[in-house]
Nanobody, 120 residues
């Protein structure tokens, strides 16, 4: 199972970016999917998560500005980020709780990070 993230970049404060993360491989089922971020010198933190039923939860710092969604048919999770602030600058990583249909193992998988930089 692999996760491929895209959509990061450089944006001015107040701007928007949309991150995507597609899962591929021997996937039988995907449960929760989410986005985490890690800024320099800080621990990785949960930004937003979504269950396969569509329930969501967000970090307090992004509520009202970020929206997580998923397309189950495409095994893809999205993060729409609006009203970006310099403190949102970080490497963003996607995560998925996947049941591998080939090995019959359920595990967390991580994508390579994508850099988001917000200039003031």
């Amino acid at each position: 199972v692999q996760l491929q993230a895209s959509g990061g970049g450089l944006v001015q404060a107040g701007g928007s970016l949309r991150l995507s993360c597609a899962a591929s491989g021997s996937i039988f089922s995907i449960y929760a999917m989410g986005w985490y971020r890690q800024a320099p010198g800080k621990q990785r933190e949960l930004v937003a998560a979504i269950t396969n039923g569509g329930s969501t939860n967000y970090a307090e710092s992004v509520k009202g500005r970020f929206t997580i969604s998923r397309d189950n048919a495409k095994n893809t999770v999205y993060l729409q980020m609006n009203s970006l602030k310099p403190e949102d600058t970080a490497v963003y990583h996607c995560n998925a709780d996947v049941l591998d249909g080939l090995r019959d193992i359920r595990a967390d998988y991580w994508g390579e990070g994508t850099q988001v930089t917000v200039s003031s």
